[in-house]
Every structure is written in C-alpha cells, then in structure tokens.
C-alpha cells in the first residue's frame, strides 16, 4: 500500500527513514504552534490561532504528501504572520475595528488566486525556468538563511545596535546546551547513526530539563524562556476557533479597494517567492529535481500550499506556506511524502499532546538548523562563478541579500532582477526566457510598491 502511493523504492528511501524524517521535520516546526498563537494571539484569539495552525497544518501537509508526494511540511508562514499582525493589522489598519478580519479576508483571497495560479501552472513554469545556478544559489542561500535562524534562536548570535549582529553571552545556558547539540549531531552523523539530529534535539530538551531542575536555566517568559518541563492540563477547549474561524469582512474590502487590494498584493509577493526558493532548496537538497533542472509535478506542490492558505484563512490563521526546515527531515533522509504525511499527522497529535511539543525551545532545535544548513550550503560546490557574468553576480546577490535582509524573497528578488539587467547588458538577451521578463515584471512592480508605499 505504501509503496504504491509513495514508490519508496524508487527514491531509495523505506518506511522507517520516512517516519523518522517526518518526525525530525515536525520537531524542527513545532516551535510554530507556540510562536503562531504568540504573533498572531496580539490581535487575535490565540487558542483559537493555536487550533487553526495545527489543524490546517496537518490537512495542507498531509495534501502535498499524498497528492504531490513530496517531503515538504506545511504551516503558517514566520515573517508572513509578523507581517499579518504587526504591520497590517497593527499599522496599516489601525483604528478598524477587528482587524484581524480584514487581514484574513486577504489571505483568503491571496489562496484562491495562488490555487488559479497553479492550476495554470504559472507558479511551477516559474520554478523551472529559473537558471540552474539561481537555484543553486537558492539552496546555497537558504542553508546559510536557516543556519542564521537557528543561531539567532540559541542566542548564540544575537542582535546588536552597534554591529547589527553579534556574538551571544557564551556563558548562557542556551548558548551550552544548543552548542553541546549540534556538537552531538555533528558525531552522531559522523559514525552514521540513524536519526543523529532528531537525536540531537531530545538530547538537548532533555539536558535543558536537567538544567532547569538544577537551577541553572532560569524561566524568564518576559526574555522567551519558558519551562521546558510538559504541564498537561485537564481536557481540550476548542472554543477559540468560534472567534477565529470564518471571521471575513468582505464589505470593507469592498469599500476600500484600493487599500486591501494592496494587503492582498503584499501576501502575494512574499508568499509566492518564498514558497519558490523554500521548494526549490528543498528539492535540490534531497535530489528531486530532473537533469534539466525541472522539479516534477512542481504544481501539485503550489496546489497544496494554495490549498493550505485557503483553509488557514477560513479557521483563522496567516499564510501557510512550505517550510524551509523541511529540510532537516530531508538531511535524514526524506525523500517522499510519507515524510510529509507523517509530519501531518504529528501535528494533529498536538492538539492533544500539544504541552509535550511546545515544551522543547528553540535552542534544541536550532542546532538542527544550523547543521542541515551546513549540509545545504554545500551547494555552493556546483554554483559555476566563470563562464557568464549575469549568473555569477546574480547567484551573489541571491546568497547575500537572503542572509542579510532575513528573506528568501528578497534574495530572489535581487538575483532575478541582476541576471535579466545584466543578460541585456551584455548583449545576450536572446538568452531570457519569456517567463523570465515576467519575473522580471513582478519584481519592478514589487519596489514600485515598495517605495510609493502600495504594498
């Protein structure tokens, strides 16, 4: 049965990598159904948000396991759910009463366009289109980009007024112990044992109780350290979806056209690209893509992060979109959408075991993503910096501006602009493909709004 949906022989995975790549991948996102209702709970019912992320979760990425067959887990998007409540309902609709129903009419709107999109398979013409080393480029890039996450989630690099970033208190327990993780996954994955960076993650959260027990990790919730020991509580409350779910307001949007046309556009742009560069990296990494460079039935994996966003707009949560730690259940060996659908599944588990899953910190988790952000920054072996100058500069750009401006988006933004400006500058326009000047487009459009304020 399995192998007929998933034809794990034909990807050289079994059943046991997929379950224990779908485990990793869970545990490497389940920080998002404690950061979710935490972003989102500011305008929002957090419980509420709490059971619309886990469930749409499971559905979205139990479709892109069954329907796409891919090892990509699903969920609300980190930058896109700041976005949603600091900067649309928070800023832009401050004074409206409920903004949060306005900012969901939006997303609403930004899944079904995306599911016209990919059933016109605009959104997957647009990934295989890309020159190759853009997309090595990418996966370079976001390997460096979830290395940074996961640093900056130890504390181990920390912001700085002066310097922008710098090193963290070395001293501090996060510090210790999210460093003694990566060092055991790093060994582990040395003598090859299977499961090394879920391994490294239990044994982090584990030295990390110890250390609460003895007094050296203190819980401050006011600096985001919380207890890392589970607290179960009596029965489930459901009762938050009734403010969360179905909450539109199509007759504001309707009045102010213009204005929530411009939040629709905004939810547009950053989830389309960072979807692109998400599957892209991803698919590079566990050896999906074809010789041409092509990923297979890439629309049906835009169709299932169309799909998501929709549902999570109607239960009441911001942007489902691919997560880019999919990518540590890859690093174990994730090749299927058994990975995926066992990552679903494990988020539907959490509603009801959901203290034990929001219990390990960031810390335990981030030395897995700064060790499979080493394996896919390994990329940057196959990235050619000598035959043409537009895919070196652009290949450049796309690391550099992803790392230093804290999205994949951005990166592709700058790398897609520089190789068109400079395959015109060099005489070789001949070169671009069609679909290329249509990127092109978007990402002109994309600062005009930016700078005349529209999106």
Not at 270 to 277: H, K, S, Y
Request: charged share 10%; glycine share 10%.
């Amino acid at each position: 049965m399995l192998e007929r949906v998933f034809h794990l022989k034909e990807h050289g995975t079994t059943v046991k990598t997929e379950i224990l790549a779908g485990l990793t991948t869970f545990l490497s996102m389940a920080y998002i159904l404690a950061v979710n209702p935490s972003i989102l709970g500011t305008v929002m019912n957090s419980n509420g948000v709490f059971l619309a992320t886990a469930i749409t979760s499971a559905i979205a990425t139990m479709i892109m396991g069954i329907f796409a067959n891919y090892p990509i887990g699903l969920s609300a998007g980190m930058g896109l759910n700041a976005y949603f409540a600091y900067t649309v309902c928070m800023a832009d609709l401050k004074g409206v009463e409920d903004p949060f129903r306005i900012a969901l009419t939006a997303v609403l709107v930004e899944g079904v366009v995306f599911i016209f999109l990919s059933l016109f398979k605009f959104r997957e013409a647009m990934i295989n289109v890309i020159p190759m080393n853009l997309k090595y480029a990418i996966t370079t890039g976001i390997g460096l980009f979830i290395a940074l996450i996961g640093l900056l989630g130890s504390g181990i690099v920390v912001s700085d007024p002066s310097t922008t970033l710098a090193l963290g208190d070395l001293k501090s327990p996060t510090v210790v112990l999210s460093s003694v993780g990566f060092l055991i996954i790093v060994t582990l994955a040395h003598y090859r044992v299977k499961g090394a960076v879920l391994l490294g993650i239990l044994i982090s959260w584990v030295l990390g109780i110890g250390a609460e027990l003895a007094g050296w990790y203190q819980v401050d919730p006011e600096h985001d350290l919380y207890s890392l020991i589970p607290v179960f509580n009596n029965g489930l409350d459901f009762s938050g979806l009734g403010e969360t779910a179905f909450k539109f307001n199509f007759s504001w949007a309707a009045d102010h056209f213009i204005q929530f046309l411009s939040i629709v556009f905004s939810f547009l742009f950053m989830d389309l690209f960072d979807t692109v560069g998400t599957v892209v990296g991803v698919a590079d990494k566990a050896n999906l893509l074809d010789k041409e460079g092509k990923l297979p039935k890439a629309g049906r994996i835009f169709m299932a992060d169309a799909i998501g966003t929709t549902m999570g707009a109607c239960l009441g949560t911001s942007t489902v979109t691919s997560f880019v730690e999919s990518s540590t259940g890859v690093g174990v060996g994730g090749r299927t959408g058994l990975t995926a659908c066992t990552t679903g599944l494990l988020f539907l588990l959490s509603i009801f075991l959901s203290p034990i899953f929001v219990a390990i910190p960031s810390f335990a988790t981030a030395p897995a993503l700064v060790y499979v952000g080493m394996l896919m920054f390994s990329s940057c072996k196959k990235l050619d910096f000598e035959k043409d100058i537009a895919d070196t500069v652009s290949a450049y750009l796309v690391i550099i501006m992803m790392l230093l401006t804290y999205s994949i988006a951005n990166g592709i933004m700058y790398g897609v602009l520089a190789w068109v400006i400079l395959k015109f500058c060099t005489g070789k326009r001949k070169q671009i493909n069609p679909f290329m000047l249509v990127l092109f487009g978007l990402f002109v459009l994309r600062i005009v709004g930016l700078i005349t304020g529209f999106m």
